[in-house]
């Protein structure tokens, strides 16, 4: 005999979710902790015939940290910021993991939910178990700039989105 034990994976509301938004898009995923934004960039690849899609992970655009979550500086400090870093960033949808009693990490999570549920620039379109969504219902007030990565502490560049 050896030791064993089953393991189920909970159902978090990823796959679902991912079901009930418009593609192709340009989302967020934010979680307090930054670990399910990558569960959220694997179901949206999986249920894209080809990948069309751009996921932004709001630990890269709301907030620099490195890959293990240490030197955590937020980027957005209010809501009027967060407004501004969506709309310069065209994004269309933000995902929100919120699990229940999970103590957060990062601040730039709560603030993300407050603005987007308090804005009338956002609308709730759609929820699954721990995931919310909220799309955009009214033009955005700040201009569009190219994305850009700075990932120069993790691979010594910034990543850069071409020009229209």
Known sequence: MFPFAFYSQPVR????????????GRFLVSSPNGWSEG???????????RPS????RATKILA??????????PLAGDSDAVERLLDENSVGTVVAHTPAGE???FSH???????VRESISW??????GEVEAYCRAAPPRYPHRPLRIDLRQHIGRAIEEPPP
Not at 109 to 115: D, G, I, K, S
């Open 123 to 128: 609308k709730r379109c759609g929820a699954a």
């Open 64 to 73: 620099k940290t490195n890959w293990n979550g240490n030197r955590y500086t």
């Open 39 to 49: 569960c959220f960039i694997a179901a949206m690849s999986l249920t894209e015939p």
């Open 13 to 24: 509301g990823f796959t679902a979710i991912a079901a009930q938004l418009p593609r192709p």
């Open 53 to 56: 899609s751009t996921i932004l």
């Open 103 to 105: 103590r957060p990490l």
């Open 109 to 115: 999570h709560a603030l993300l939910v407050e603005t």
